[in-house]
């Protein structure tokens, strides 16, 4: 790892959003690609994070401000890996599900389906499933895409699917679900037409989503 990922990862665990806006900065001018950046250091410093958690080392305020430090490389990063398509594939409507308010793996989602080329709604977090069936109804989307990140809110994905089925608009749309807890097995067991584990094959898969 070069020395500037070593300062970025030290930053995001120590939540200093400054020096990871320096450093992010100072690597791309030494030609190290925005995409090394977040799968070689942006990412793995998150996972650390979440296992400082685990071992009760670390506490929501540390992940809270790790997490900022790490948006600050994200926005950075964001123009570098989204270079944008003249002709729109279609369009996706992303949140994060009901009572979750992770929405960093939601946001990297979102770049990586802008730059493969889908026009997309950002619905947030803490996304109740009437918003989802509100944006079937009213914007034509494509794809629905749910992201979760604790296993006590992966249910509100299938709660959702339900209501959407209840409403009538379950068949309008294709559903595209993600997220650390989930699998693709239980994806498929909800009912879901599409899974991915990281950004990269969420936006191959609406792409592949697009032509079933
Ligand atoms: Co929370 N948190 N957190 N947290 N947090 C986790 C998820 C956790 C695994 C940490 C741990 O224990 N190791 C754990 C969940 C355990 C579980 O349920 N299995 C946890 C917990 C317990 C909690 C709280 C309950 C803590 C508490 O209050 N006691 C609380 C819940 C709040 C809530 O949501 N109601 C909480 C709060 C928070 C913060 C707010 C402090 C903060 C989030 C800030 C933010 O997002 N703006 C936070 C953070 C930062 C984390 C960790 C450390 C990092 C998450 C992250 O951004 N990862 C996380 C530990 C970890 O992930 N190792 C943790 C980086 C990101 C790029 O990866 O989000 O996995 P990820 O996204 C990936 C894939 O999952 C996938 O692609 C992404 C990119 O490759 N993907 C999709 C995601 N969505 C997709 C959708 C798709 C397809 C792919 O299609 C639609």
Redesign the pocket.
């Given at each position: 790892m070069a020395h500037s990922q070593e300062l970025i990862y030290k930053a995001i665990l120590d939540g200093e959003e400054e020096v990871v806006t320096e450093h992010v900065n100072l690597a791309i001018q030494q030609g190290i690609s925005a995409s090394r950046l977040l799968n070689e250091t942006l990412?793995p410093a998150?996972?650390e994070?979440?296992?400082l958690?685990?071992k009760g080392e670390y506490f929501?305020p540390e992940?809270?401000i790790?997490?900022r430090a790490?948006?600050a490389g994200l926005f950075i990063l964001k123009p570098l890996l989204v270079e944008a398509k003249a002709d729109s594939l279609g369009k996706v409507a992303?949140g994060t599900v009901k009572?979750?308010?992770?929405?960093?793996?939601?946001n990297?989602?979102a770049i990586m389906l802008e730059g493969a080329g889908f026009e997309v709604l950002d619905l947030g977090i803490d996304v109740p499933a009437e918003k989802f069936i509100q944006v079937v109804q009213e914007d034509h989307v494509d794809i629905i895409?749910?992201?979760a990140?604790?296993?006590?809110?992966m249910a509100n994905i299938e709660i959702t699917l339900r209501m959407m089925q209840e409403q009538g608009v379950r068949d309008r749309v294709k559903i595209?679900?993600?997220?650390?807890?989930l699998t693709r097995d239980y994806a498929e067991s909800i009912g879901a037409d599409g899974f991915?584990?990281?950004?990269s094959?969420?936006a191959k898969e609406a792409v592949s989503l697009m032509s079933r």
């Open positions: 990412i998150m996972t994070v979440g296992d958690f685990e929501v992940m809270l790790a997490a790490m948006k992303i009572g979750d308010l992770h929405d960093i793996g939601k990297l989602v895409a749910m992201s990140l604790l296993t006590t809110t595209m679900v993600g997220g650390a807890p991915a584990a990281d950004a094959q969420a």
